[in-house]
């Protein structure tokens, strides 16, 4: 989860202090800072107003870094306060470039085009100012961290952003009862707390991880990649009912995937297409069974 990442980054703790984790993931950032013209602090603390706008992205341009490709190529997406949106489309359409760029992955370089978070310049802040000020990335496939324990991950994460909304730290004692009504409300066994972040997990209790990361944030934007990659038939059901727990009141949603069964389970409000770096197509779930029963010609794509 690259907002978890980042997050851990500004943490005043002497734990986060100390880990090595976190020492790296400080020098992930340094490596992502955009430029000292756009820079400013970062307003974490914004809240939108009912029925705004959360997340407005306008004409985005975006290359690779290293190669100069261009993959983005004029994005449009509006989505507001308690909607869930998806983006289908073939690979190397873009879609995860997008989401990667949104969240500041220095792989990526912005070229034109603005994104709005909660009527704040996205672009202005740092990918970890990002994830305080509440936009939440999930990996398509998360990575094991090891000699982190998740919940020492988890408490710092939830620390930075409680430093940046102005709210105190929890010690351990009132940490873990904070977390605990969020295990009990995602069904999740404790013991994923003692162990490392995401060390010999299951690729369904790697997805569960995200999703207990994304309830311990408590971000108003969450993006979702590929979140049913590798995943069974039960796995499935199982993150799918954790994220519907979590779709509650002001939250924005974006999931990125390819088939229609995650929509099944996780029923969103509009269905975009994308192609070659743009949003090309925009409807509502009947999008989505189209594309299952017919594939992209049925939509007119090839």
Do not use: W
């Amino acid at each position: 989860m690259f907002a978890a990442t980042t997050t851990t980054t500004t943490t005043t703790s002497t734990t986060a202090r100390a880990s090595p984790f976190a020492q790296a993931a400080h020098r992930l950032s340094r490596r992502t800072a955009t430029p000292a013209s756009r820079r400013r602090a970062a307003p974490c603390a914004v809240r939108a107003a009912k029925g705004d706008i959360l997340l407005d992205v306008r004409d985005l341009r975006a290359k690779v870094a290293d190669t100069g490709e261009e993959i983005l190529r004029g994005v449009d997406l509006v989505i507001r306060e308690g909607e869930t949106h998806a983006i289908m489309g073939k690979n190397g359409s873009g879609k995860s470039t997008l989401t990667k760029v949104l969240v500041g992955h220095p792989a990526y370089e912005v070229t034109s085009g603005t994104a709005m978070f909660k009527g704040e310049d996205l672009f202005a802040l740092e990918p970890e100012e990002r994830a305080r000020a509440g936009l939440f990335l999930s990996f398509q496939s998360p990575i094991e961290v090891p000699g982190v324990s998740n919940v020492d991950f988890l408490r710092m994460m939830c620390n930075a952003r409680r430093v940046a909304r102005g709210e105190g730290e929890l010690d351990p004692l009132e940490f873990y009862g904070y977390l605990t009504p969020k295990l009990e409300q995602l069904n999740m066994d404790p013991s994923f707390l003692t162990r490392n972040v995401n060390e010999g997990f299951s690729g369904g209790e790697k997805k569960r991880n995200e999703i207990l990361q994304l309830a311990v944030m408590e971000s108003e934007m969450s993006i979702l990649d590929e979140i049913d990659s590798g995943l069974d038939v039960d796995a499935l059901r199982d993150v799918a009912k954790a994220v519907n727990v979590l779709r509650e009141g002001d939250k924005g949603l974006l999931l990125i995937t390819h088939y229609q069964r995650l929509l099944d389970l996780i029923h969103p409000d509009v269905v975009h297409i994308m192609q070659k770096g743009k949003i090309v197509q925009t409807g509502g779930v009947e999008l989505a069974t189209q594309l299952e029963e017919g594939g992209f010609a049925a939509l007119g794509r090839s």
